[in-house]
């Protein structure tokens, strides 16, 4: 398995970040996570064919995660892509997609290749071959702490996801709402685990991986005027070869 950093930054628009967005290719499919504004502009400076991508996977609506749908398909649409493409978003948002994409003038019946939207369920896994595959679970990042009352309560909603193939299974946190959420998925003993760094502490997070199974942590969402890298840099040699900050383009071959 290869993990593609292709955005690591936070919300926040940075010149040297752009959103977090990872590409995971296995063996014979590429899934593309989250596609935050400017995400186009991130595959692009790394030089990766949109065609690599077989499947999209959306983990929240957040506009740093998903507002770069509409541009990304327009580049598939002119670049004649032919091949098949899966849009993987919650259930209770296929219908929010289609009228998104439909006022964004974006007709898939007019594309040269087949889009299909695919609503997922939480604890439902999605196998994209044999051995590669990913389980969402509901986090606590969204909730309606607004209490605001226009929007259907089931369209709070904010995947983590294990992302598993024959050998090995990574933890990718996305955005989430507390430290609770790093033991999702606490059960399956994932190796790996990419955790978001702006809505839960650096040091919260380290004080998490004291009594952790996790070998390998990689920080994404990492707004850089919060000191991160410097935080980073006083960490004891163990937790250097253990903790990473990413940076947009690393790659990582997790292996057992
Ligand atoms: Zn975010
Ligand atoms: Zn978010």
Redesign the pocket.
């Given at each position: 398995m290869e993990v593609t950093f292709v955005g690591t930054g936070s919300?926040k628009t940075q010149l040297k970040r752009f959103h977090t967005s990872l590409l995971i290719s296995s063996k014979n499919h590429s899934l593309l996570i989250d596609t935050g504004d400017g995400i186009s502009k991130a595959l692009l400076s790394l030089e990766i064919d949109l065609n690599k991508i077989d499947s999209i996977f959306i983990t929240?609506t957040?506009s740093?995660?998903f507002s770069g749908i509409a541009s990304l398909l327009t580049q598939m649409k002119m670049a004649e892509r032919t091949k098949p493409l899966y849009f993987y978003i919650h259930s209770s948002f296929v219908n929010f997609a289609n009228n998104f994409l439909f006022s964004s003038f974006l007709f898939p019946e007019t594309f040269n290749f087949l889009f299909k939207i695919i609503g997922y369920n939480f604890g439902q896994k999605i196998l994209f071959d044999e051995n590669f595959g990913i389980l969402p679970l509901q986090n606590t990042?969204?909730t309606n702490k607004h209490n605001v009352k226009l929007i259907p309560k089931n369209n709070f909603v904010?995947a983590s996801i294990l992302i598993m193939d024959a050998e090995i299974s990574i933890h990718y946190t996305?955005?989430i709402g507390s430290i609770a959420d790093l033991s999702l998925f606490n059960e399956f003993f994932p190796k790996y685990l990419i955790v978001e760094s702006t809505h839960v502490s650096f040091y919260h997070i380290i004080n998490y991986l004291e009594n952790s199974f996790v070998e390998k942590v990689y920080l994404v969402h990492i707004n850089d005027n919060d000191g991160i890298v410097d935080k980073h840099s006083k960490l004891s040699y163990k937790l250097k070869n253990k903790i990473f900050i990413t940076y947009d383009g690393m790659k990582v071959y997790p292996t057992i």
């Open positions: 919300g929240h957040h740093d995660h990042h969204i904010s996305s955005d």
